[in-house]
């Protein structure tokens, strides 16, 4: 896995857990926010991921 692609499942993590605890707090619009990043970061991981994989295929290849 891509050093960027591990970096990004981090931080999405920790925001699912930030989101939660927002949530159990009361406090939803920062929960809503917390959300909107994890599935930003979620994004980013997956592409970090595809494009890794897309690179060794071509050094494998070419």
Same mark, same amino acid.
């Given at each position: 896995m891509p050093r960027?692609?591990?970096y990004a499942l981090i931080v999405c993590a920790l925001a699912v857990v930030a989101a939660v605890v927002s949530f159990v707090e009361g &406090?939803?619009?920062?929960? #809503?926010v917390w #959300?909107?990043?994890a599935g930003l970061s979620s994004n980013m991981c997956w592409y970090y991921v595809k *494009?890794?994989?897309? #690179? *060794? *295929?071509e050094?494998? &290849?070419g």
């Open positions: 960027l692609a591990l &406090t939803v619009l920062i929960g #809503v #959300v909107l990043l *494009r890794g994989r897309a #690179v *060794r *295929r050094s494998v &290849t």
